[in-house]
């Protein structure tokens, strides 16, 4: 369910220790909502950085304030294409050391993925039927590269 940011105030108002919120924190401007309607020190987030992995992105370098806070430039820093960020994550899991689990791998890419996947039911097909040998998974990204790189071909042209 949702987070209860009025039980959160109250917590925050019964001790003196820092209290950090957790919940409904899909977008920056949730960040400085549920501060304001808190007073906690910070906010941390689980579910809705699945879904946007960049979600504290450029938070500390381009203040709302700003003058140019609204140029594409910004934007971009702030909200960049869920494309970008699943081929950038698929870079970080064929970086690591361990291996990540075929199934982690994939319900990362459809969570991150979500907004262009609605539209691009095809696309949601494939990334569903990939299969990756558990013992391949680092030579089976490339599946996901493919399909990844199709999303972006595709809203470059729209």
Known sequence: GLADWDKIRAVKQAVSVPVFANGNILY???????????????VMS??????NPALFAGIDQIPPDAPDYDSDRHILIRHPRH?????????????????TSVGAIKGHLFKIMRP??????DLRERLGKVK????????????YRIICEEMKERMDVT
């Open 83 to 99: 494309v970008d960020l699943a081929l950038e994550y698929l870079d970080i899991v064929a970086e690591l050391e361990t291996t």
């Open 116 to 121: 262009g996947l609605g539209k691009e039911t």
């Open 28 to 42: 920056q401007s949730d960040i400085e909502a549920c501060l304001k309607a808190t007073g906690c020190d910070a």
């Open 132 to 143: 990756i040998d558990a013992k391949k998974v680092k030579e089976g990204l490339k599946w």
């Open 46 to 51: 689980a579910e809705g950085q699945l879904y």
